[in-house]
């Protein structure tokens, strides 16, 4: 404090000391980890400063800053579906899914399962699938993706596989992986949409 600092040694040491104190908090602290929000998000990444893979692989067009947006909030679990519209009212709402009415309505639930969306899933999720097994081989996929929440975490962000060793790390591979997956989770929500009326 005796020490006399200029405008941008100040403005880097306090940039420096914010940002460690995110680092530390987001990667090293287990409060993170308990947080349902981000259980989807991969810690790997996250670095003050640097963005996300989803905003990474957009270009400036509209209609990709919506696709982004949407998968952003698939992705900080902030997305409205109906497990989440009964943590957050008071006034008891059914969490069942209110197309398909089998399942709780769940991120799971929603890329995954509910038969509205089969032809999404079986066009575009298939291309997705033929593209990973190909980099990865079939034993793999067979392997490491035979549970609906670990082909739920491929399609909200692959780079926890990275993390483990299942996917390369190769930024053309996670960059067309989030560029199929973005467009995979923007047709369900359009679809959810427009059977739903919101």
């Known amino acids: 404090m005796n020490q006399h600092y200029n405008k941008l040694d100040w403005k880097n040491i306090v940039r420096t ?7 530390v908090k987001l990667k090293f602290k287990p409060d993170c980890e308990e947080k349902s929000t981000l259980k989807l998000l991969s810690k790997r990444n996250l670095n003050i400063g640097q963005t996300h893979n989803v905003w990474d692989t957009i270009s400036s067009s509209v209609k990709d800053v919506r696709k982004a947006a949407t998968k952003v909030r698939m992705l900080t679990g902030t997305y409205m579906l109906q497990t989440l519209k009964v943590k957050l009212n008071q006034v008891e709402i059914d969490p069942t ?12 639930h929603l890329l995954t399962s509910c038969p509205a969306y089969r032809h999404i899933r079986k066009s575009h999720f298939q291309q997705i699938k ?12 067979t392997i490491n993706f035979n ?7 491929l399609l909200i962000d692959c ?8 996917l390369p790390n190769d930024k053309m591979i996670l960059r067309t992986i989030e560029m199929k997956s973005r ?13 739903t009326n919101v």
């Open 97 to 108: 899914c209110p197309i398909c009415k089998l399942e709780a309505e769940d991120l799971q």
């Open 17 to 23: 000391a914010i940002s460690s104190h995110w680092i």
């Open 147 to 153: 549970s609906k929440m670990a082909i739920t975490e």
């Open 183 to 195: 467009d995979y989770c923007h047709l369900i929500h359009m679809k959810r949409m427009n059977i």
């Open 159 to 166: 780079q926890s596989f990275v993390e483990r060793n299942i």
């Open 130 to 141: 033929e593209y990973v097994v190909r980099k990865i081989g079939n034993n793999v996929w």
